[in-house]
T-cell receptor
């Protein structure tokens, strides 16, 4: 079973920041949080990952709470091309089974 | 680099037929895996491999076989196709083990079993 919980869908206005939450309350100390997205029927695309510090790259920012039980993916200026399903997953350095949940379907509204 | 290449992109089978979905990567990745995605659903892990000669089962392995004779290739075999195996299949690879960075996905193979 997936170790994360995400809302099934969210809306965001174009140009605004999209904040996608993820709950991983059972995360253990050696587990990383990864985010992927899947645009239409393409293969998923890696976005960002982190352990406990906040991370930022050219695509997004990842904010992990201090207790690591939840995280938020931030797309700072959402565009219509960001419409996709976003998956939050946790991966340990011992487990090679990468289990995806159902993700959050993000709709960017013009 | 071609990345992760899946063939065929589309396939129609009759119930009971067998076939192999091919997956090849040219990035010298140790980790490879297969997922299936049913309409409106998330990805479910079928099998994975952490290196040549090593494979293991994922969430939904029944009805599928895999082998990893080389680092580059990770074929998925359907032994006796069933309509329940109608799905989109994605192959993925990663450098090192699963948690060492991003997974690279292929474009998918769309399989219909009649």
């Amino acid at each position: 079973d997936a170790k994360t919980t995400q809302p099934p869908s969210m809306d965001c206005a174009e140009g605004r920041a999209a904040n996608l939450p993820c709950n991983h309350s059972t995360i253990s100390g050696n587990e990383y949080v990864y985010w992927y997205r899947q645009i239409h029927s393409q293969g998923p695309q890696y976005i960002i990952h982190g352990l406990k510090n906040n991370e930022t790259n050219e695509m997004a920012s990842l904010i992990i709470t201090e207790d690591r039980k939840s995280s938020t993916l931030i797309l700072p200026h959402a565009t219509l091309r960001d419409t996709a399903v976003y998956y939050c997953i946790v991966i340990s350095n011992r487990d090679d089974k990468i289990i995806f949940g159902k993700g959050t379907r993000l709709h960017i509204l013009p | 680099n071609a990345g992760v290449t899946q063939t065929p992109k589309f396939q129609v089978l009759k119930t009971g037929q067998s076939m192999t979905l091919q997956c090849a990567q040219d990035m010298n990745h140790e980790y490879m895996s297969w997922y299936r995605q049913d309409p409106g659903m998330g990805l479910r892990l079928i099998h994975y491999s952490v290196g040549a000669g090593i494979t293991d089962q994922g969430e939904v392995p029944n009805g599928y076989n895999v082998s990893r004779s080389t680092t580059e290739d990770f074929p998925l075999r359907l032994l006796s196709a069933a309509p329940s195996q109608t799905s989109v299949y994605f192959c993925a690879s990663s450098y090192g083990h699963a948690n060492t960075g991003e997974l690279f996905f292929g474009e998918g193979s769309r399989l219909t079993v009649l």
